[in-house]
């Protein structure tokens, strides 16, 4: 469990907390099957989901197969203007501090979901994205920001991220697999949050140069 020590005005070690963020990533990615219940299943993706250890929700992974090289998927993950050609429920995305090439800060929003049963949430995510085995891995988790906005309900990232490598034997399609638990905070049944989570996890919103 991550555990921060400042707020993200102050971080006093912007590695350091990247380090222990890949660390927590590398051992949601090393969690025995038998310990997921597959909450969806199609021909393009499965999606499974655990209680979660760091608030009372889910740790949801998802895992799919793109068509597409490792670079290029995470080019489109990661915080930058390609997330929002194809992440249909974000609306906004900032960078509000660059800590080196591949760790920042940003600050996004999201559009209502389920009929505005979900209002707009905005988030602030310190995000890191570094190598692992032979593909990439994009992590990031929210951070206290002293500085909020009345018209978003602020939600809260715990330890997220997604695993891409090359598919064996096929090295221009990749695997992608990733770990989500949002804590979207507010009156919200908790049958909500799982929908809204499920629903946003569909590879339907996600392409690169093709559609899975």
């Given at each position: 469990m991550i555990t921060q020590e400042k707020e993200m005005e102050g971080l006093p070690?912007?590695?350091?907390?990247?380090?222990?963020?890949?660390?927590?990533?590398?051992?949601?990615?090393?969690?025995?099957?038998?310990?997921?219940?597959?909450?969806?299943?199609?021909?393009?993706?499965?999606?499974?989901?655990?209680?979660?250890?760091?608030?009372?929700?889910?740790?949801?992974?998802?895992?799919?197969?793109?068509?597409?090289?490792?670079?290029?998927?995470?080019?489109?993950?990661?915080?930058?203007?390609?997330?929002?050609?194809?992440?249909?429920?974000?609306?906004s995305l900032d960078i509000l501090e660059h800590f080196e090439e591949n760790c920042c800060v940003m600050r996004y929003t999201t559009a209502g979901q389920l009929l505005n049963i979900?209002?707009?949430?905005?988030?602030?995510?310190?995000?890191?994205?570094?190598?692992?085995?032979?593909?990439?891995?994009?992590?990031?988790?929210?951070?206290?920001?002293?500085?909020?906005?009345p018209e978003f309900v602020r939600g809260y990232n715990h330890p997220c991220g997604w695993f891409c490598v090359p598919l064996k034997d096929i090295p221009n399609q990749s695997l992608l697999t990733g770990y989500i638990q949002t804590d979207l905070r507010g009156m919200i049944p908790q049958s909500a949050v799982d929908t809204a989570m499920v629903k946003g996890l569909s590879w339907k919103n996600f392409h690169c140069d093709t559609v899975i």
């Open positions: 070690d912007a590695a350091a907390f990247a380090t222990k963020l890949k660390n927590t990533l590398i051992q949601y990615h090393s969690i025995e099957d038998d310990k997921w219940r597959v909450v969806k299943k199609t021909k393009d993706v499965t999606i499974w989901r655990k209680p979660s250890e760091e608030f009372n929700g889910h740790l949801f992974k998802a895992q799919g197969v793109i068509d597409d090289v490792v670079n290029s998927v995470i080019d489109h993950i990661r915080p930058g203007p390609c997330r929002l050609d194809w992440d249909s429920l974000m609306t979900i209002s707009p949430r905005e988030f602030v995510d310190f995000s890191y994205t570094v190598g692992y085995k032979e593909g990439l891995l994009s992590c990031g988790i929210s951070l206290d920001w002293s500085e909020k906005r």
